[in-house]
């Protein structure tokens, strides 16, 4: 039953969100997948970046930077540096022992500062005709440049554009173009090539293009390109083939992933000499990297005052390029040349990253996760779903991370780990909403009947509310205000007080019966019954009742102070409320009823029926919590009972014993409580065997006693004396049954 709402199909929306993500993750719309998939990896690199090794020992080549730092600049001046100054440089490099120089910068015009060129900007005068010819004869820093790459090997690049001039064709090209597995790299329009002197004079030339990663991030170098269509390579490709020894790059290809929008076979590295160099799909190498390391470095400034160790160059591939070309790395900022660098290393000494062709795995796990996370959901356990959707994601994360951790292979987990919590979030958050529209129905079809924490525990399992009724053990609880009418005679025509005196007196015992976990079950403004252990679950019912009780009489002597003070101020008389508690446990029928399309939840037995008449009679025995003798079995763990009659309630029912509630564990160990109990007992066993004048004298006895209630006694006493006045036939039980003639 659920108080008039309809099931709410909380399993669709993690079900909507995972075919979503899934969506995604096929097509990598806008590359959302991509960046993900790169941020992860990158928070890898920065838990354990590589571990610096010179690569000399495993190559025979070195790989170093020469750096432009604030020493350089100091003596060379601001970059870029003249044509003359990089031929000195060259020149240096060369008689270190440099094995290869990668000049990192376009080339494809001559020096500006060129004798030649300052000629031409001459006036056209002829008195400057012998000042130009003197210029033209004199040498060339091109040319010394040129000059200075012939003494090493040296590589050179080239920038592909998006121009619509075909501009000069590269060199080289690799073997193994596969136009169905190279599609995935980047194509150009246009190449402005390098000028043909330095192009003669250098051992290979490649591509200059650097791509920055998804996030902005540098993940890797790209090692191929494409210029209209064909396959060239890229200035790092064109260094592999060089140290490799190798004219051509042989492209590798693997199949493609069967559920992405282009399943067709794709770039998984590049093989040139004995080097196997894996790619990603778009041709680039995945660096793993290490970050600045100062072993890398050389400062241009030491190298030309000759200050560098001996050595250091020897053998060495040396990157040269412009200073203030910085790239993001997983590691923070660094050179174009430390990023080329790092991506020789990774290739001298098989540490690059493999990207794993894993979509469809990812794509699979996914799927089983997702689906039993759709079906926790469905079966309403959203605890046991965002448990198992957070145990998915650590064996994802976990996984990928041992295969990075070992083999250096790239299988993304943060997708379909996002996947799987934006699916327990939206879960939870339908449940939410599913909770709170229950509990707004439940609050509205039961009233003020339930506590807010009630209302919330039935919209969780709505099924409590049973339309077809159960039958359950219930305690009752019976409250009114005693002498009520008499009370509303006293105030007159001034009805307006005598409601606010009743709200007064009444609201808080309602609330503490709500804040003990109650169900209100019927309220008329001066008296209130209510259950526990119906609709919910209640091990402790009794006791609880018993709590409420408690906090009654204490609530009650509050708002009495309180209205005795107001009194006081306007001079009107007041005499203090009083009210009557009867408790009762007992098996009752308990179901939801419907009337006008408002649910009423009621609770049917004869324990409900006789709390109400121990209420009523409550007042003879002067206590005001009254309990039946089973309320007083299920709480005497907790609480202490004076037995305080034997009744019959009504002409035919059965005799029932009543008990007083008088507080709490420490009051039933107390030497006074034992001693008044041990008294009532007595006087409950001579009353039963008619010795009256016994009975009287324990009475009499029992009146000295701390803590006893005198209208008790006064009670008893008139009974002996009726009894004594009507003996009653030899078949009497004990019980007293004329009190409600």
């Not at 992860?40 to 838990?47: G, I, P, R, V």
């Not at 500006?112 to 900007?121: E, F, K, T, V, Y």
């Not at 894993?358 to 079906?375: D, I, N, P, R, Y």
């Not at 709505?462 to 002498?483: F, I, K, W």
Request: charged share 20%.
């Amino acid at each position: 039953m659920d108080a008039g709402a309809r099931p709410f199909p909380i399993w669709l929306f993690p079900l909507a969100v995972l075919a979503v993500a899934a969506a995604l993750m096929m097509t990598d719309a806008g590359g959302v997948a991509s960046r993900f998939a790169a941020s992860e990896f990158d928070a890898f690199q920065q838990f354990r970046p590589r571990s610096y090794e010179d690569t000399v020992a495993k190559s025979g080549y070195a790989v170093r930077v020469l750096n432009a730092d604030a020493a350089s600049m100091a003596r060379f001046g601001p970059w870029p540096w003249p044509r003359s100054v990089l031929a000195r440089l060259c020149n240096e490099m060369a008689a270190a022992g440099a094995a290869i120089v990668v000049l990192d910068m376009p080339l494809d015009e001559s020096d500006p500062a060129s004798p030649a060129r300052a000629g031409a900007l001459l006036p056209d005068d002829p008195a400057m005709t012998s000042a130009r010819q003197f210029l033209a004869l004199q040498s060339s820093p091109d040319d010394a440049l040129a000059a200075a790459m012939r003494k090493t090997r040296t590589v050179i690049g080239y920038e592909l554009g998006e121009r619509s001039d075909p501009g000069p064709q590269p060199q080289h090209e690799p073997a193994g173009d596969k136009p169905t597995a190279t599609d995935s790299i980047p194509d150009f329009e246009s190449a402005d090539g390098a000028e043909t002197g330095f192009a003669r004079a250098s051992a290979d030339i490649g591509a200059l293009n650097v791509r920055q990663g998804e996030g902005s991030a540098t993940h890797g170098l790209p090692l191929l390109f494409r210029l209209k269509g064909r396959v060239v390579p890229s200035l790092d490709g064109a260094v592999l083939r060089l140290i490799a020894g190798s004219p051509n790059l042989t492209i590798m290809t693997g199949p493609g992933e069967m559920l992405t929008l282009r399943a067709r076979p794709q770039i998984v590295g590049v093989s040139a000499g004995a080097y196997s160099v894996p790619l990603a799909p778009d041709g680039s190498l995945q660096i793993y990297f290490s970050g600045p390391q100062a072993r890398r470095m050389v400062s241009a400034a030491a190298l030309d005052t000759g200050t560098v160790a001996p050595g250091t160059l020897a053998k060495a591939v040396v990157y040269f390029g412009p200073p203030r070309m910085r790239l993001r790395t997983p590691d923070g900022p660094a050179s174009i040349g430390e990023v080329r660098a790092e991506g020789l290393e990774n290739i001298l000494l098989g540490t690059a990253l493999k990207s794993a062709a894993a979509l469809s795995a990812q794509l699979l796990f996914l799927a089983v996760t997702g689906g039993a996370l759709v079906f926790l959901f469905g079966w309403h356990r959203p605890v046991w779903a965002v448990g198992f959707a957070l145990l998915a994601i650590g064996c994802a994360v976990g996984f990928s991370w041992f295969l990075f951790a070992g083999s250096h292979t790239l299988i993304a987990s943060a997708n379909v780990s996002l996947a799987l919590l934006a699916a327990a979030t939206s879960g939870l958050m339908a449940q939410g909403f599913d909770l709170s529209r229950r509990r707004a129905r439940i609050t509205e079809s039961f009233g003020g009947m339930l506590s807010f924490s009630a209302a919330h525990d039935i919209a969780r399992a709505p099924a409590v509310l049973s339309n077809n009724g159960e039958s359950r053990v219930v305690t009752s609880l019976a409250c009114g205000v005693r002498r009520a009418p008499e009370l509303a005679q006293a105030f007159g025509e001034d009805s307006a007080s005598f409601l606010r005196l009743l709200n007064a007196a009444m609201a808080p015992l309602v609330d503490d019966a709500l804040s003990h976990g109650a169900m209100i079950g019927r309220f008329d403004g001066a008296s209130f019954v209510a259950h526990w252990n119906a609709p919910l679950d209640e091990p402790r019912h009794a006791i609880q009742a018993c709590e409420a009780a408690g906090r009654m009489t204490l609530a009650l002597a509050a708002v009495n102070e309180r209205l005795t003070q107001e009194r006081r101020h306007d001079g009107t008389a007041f005499e203090p409320i009083e009210i009557g508690i009867g408790l009762s446990t007992a098996r009752a029928s308990a179901g939801t009823f419907h009337l006008r399309g408002r649910a009423n939840y009621c609770v049917i037995g004869g324990g409900t029926i006789l709390a109400e008449h121990i209420r009523l009679i409550s007042d003879q025995y002067g206590p005001a919590v009254i309990a039946s003798e089973d309320t007083r079995d299920a709480a005497s763990r907790a609480y202490a009972f004076l037995e305080v009659d034997f009744i019959a309630l009504g002409p035919r029912d059965e005799p029932v014993k009543l008990y007083a509630l008088l507080g709490n564990p420490l009051v039933r160990a107390s030497p006074k409580f034992r001693a008044l109990a041990t008294f009532h007992e007595h006087i409950f066993q001579t009353l039963r065997m008619r010795q009256w004048s016994k009975t009287r004298e324990l009475i009499e006895q029992c009146r000295k006693l701390s803590g006893a209630s005198q209208k008790i006694y006064d009670l008893h006493l008139a009974r002996i004396a009726w009894f004594e006045a009507n003996p009653p036939g030899p078949d009497w039980d004990g019980a007293f049954r004329a009190v409600l003639k």
